[in-house]
């Protein structure tokens, strides 16, 4: 089953026939460029051994190092992988960096081990592919449900600090790089807010998944007094018209580990989430939330993909004529990996920019990726995701050797 890839496929498919690229870039673009698959065998605390299947697809490297995360989680497989990666050589394009596209998985439940069980996975991962990956080879950073402890583990088996990105900044991380997913976003949709007419009275947001970039961009919502009405995570979801005190639901979350029974918000199911009325639905788990069967019950006005693929193209069809905006993924969260581009940046010439710096780089970035893509979508008369595409095939044709 390719559902994702194919997914994928006829994403860029879509935007291959707004505009001519030629069927030679289709052909190249349409497979990865290399498919490593490894089996890990690490020692449980127990004494016992369990072996698990772990990926790296590097998709393409003409516009520079593969770059992209390493995921953990129980549904990860070949075709999960293929996908992701492919969206990094389209997401790095429209970024504007100098990196090529790969990923990396794991199929593991990351909650079912230890401190040093994962450490031990870590240290395995970074062996098995150590041949694979480099500094200006393939560039691993995180993914969901991996941070900077396992890079930190990675870079110090490997033996160099640019190898991966999302390090600690004790061990040569950038400031601003956990942050800067949700703030990318953030810079996205401030720099397209008056263009997608979103009124600010209106401007309430439901997120989908308190996770690194949902709970950060929750963060910044609350700085910007934003009101966030609903959000959720892999236990459940929650709902308050009054607006959720986003402090008090990171002390709850510690507490009891989910956001689930939060004082002055109503348990609510994950569907229910998805259709709320509001201005700005952030999509900021995993892949395929937003489909054929609940597209036209989406009730927001905009939506901005913090996930990697939430949005399947039969449900881009139903939201553009019903007058959604979807900001695609591969603008909407490319803040995480321009500021991995920064931090391996930092990590080749010795140097450590300030937060200032890094969050003055990320804005210009993503402002002129945001217009860049709106110029495309609106020349051609497309919704953003093919305007985005069409810009990345521009960038990449433009490096093909
Ligand atoms: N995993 C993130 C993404 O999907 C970041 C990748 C990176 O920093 O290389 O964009």
């Known amino acids: 089953m390719a559902q994702a890839y194919n997914n994928f496929l006829s994403q860029l498919e879509r935007a291959m026939s707004v505009k001519d690229f030629g069927t030679e870039l289709y052909g190249l673009l349409r497979s990865p460029m290399k498919q490593i698959e490894h089996q890990l065998n690490v020692t449980m605390d127990d004494g016992s051994s369990r072996t698990f299947e772990a990926y790296r697809i590097q998709h393409n490297n003409w516009r520079g190092p593969y770059k ?9 497989d070949l075709d999960e992988v293929k996908t992701l990666a492919a969206l990094m050589s389209f997401k790095t394009a429209v970024a504007g960096i100098p990196m090529g596209g790969g990923k990396g998985g794991v199929t593991v439940d ?4 230890s401190q040093g069980e994962r450490e031990r996975l870590d240290r395995a991962w970074a062996q098995a592919f150590k041949a694979d990956i480099g500094p200006t080879v393939d560039v691993p950073a995180p993914d969901v449900n991996t941070g900077s402890f396992d890079m930190d583990i990675i ?13 600690s900044v004790e061990h040569g991380g950038s400031l601003g790089r956990d942050t800067a997913t949700a703030m990318g976003g953030w810079y996205v949709l401030q720099q397209l807010k008056d263009r997608l007419f979103l009124d600010p009275e209106m401007f309430t947001v439901v997120i989908q998944g308190f996770g690194n970039a949902g709970a950060t961009f929750a963060d910044i919502c609350a ?3 934003v009101k966030v009405v609903g959000t ?46 509001c201005g700005v639905l952030v999509p900021a788990a995993l892949e395929s939330q937003i489909t054929l069967e609940n597209a036209a019950r989406v009730n927001a006005k905009v939506i901005l993909e913090l996930a990697n693929g939430p949005t399947t193209v039969e449900a881009d069809d139903i939201l553009f004529g019903k007058g959604i905006q979807v900001i695609p993924d591969i603008l909407a969260n490319s803040g995480g990996v321009t500021v991995s581009y920064f931090e391996w940046d930092q990590n080749m010439k010795g140097e450590q920019w300030s937060a200032e710096q890094v969050d003055v780089m990320l804005k210009d970035h993503m402002e002129k990726a945001a217009e860049e893509v709106w110029k495309r979508a609106h020349e051609n008369t497309v919704d953003m995701r093919r305007g985005a595409f069409i810009l990345a095939l521009e960038r990449l044709q433009q490096a093909k050797p």
Do not use: C
């Open 68 to 76: 992209g995360g390493i995921r953990f989680h129980p549904q990860v």
């Open 155 to 167: 870079a110090a088996e490997y033996g160099h600090p640019a190898v991966v990105t999302g390090k």
């Open 110 to 113: 990351p909650k079912a081990l």
């Open 232 to 277: 959720s995570d892999s236990s459940g979801a929650i709902y308050s018209t009054d607006g959720i005190d986003i402090a008090a639901l990171h002390a709850h979350k510690q507490a009891t580990k989910s956001v689930k029974d939060f004082p002055g918000a109503r348990n609510i199911s994950n569907a229910e989430l998805l259709e709320l009325e």
């Open 223 to 225: 700085r910007h007094g």
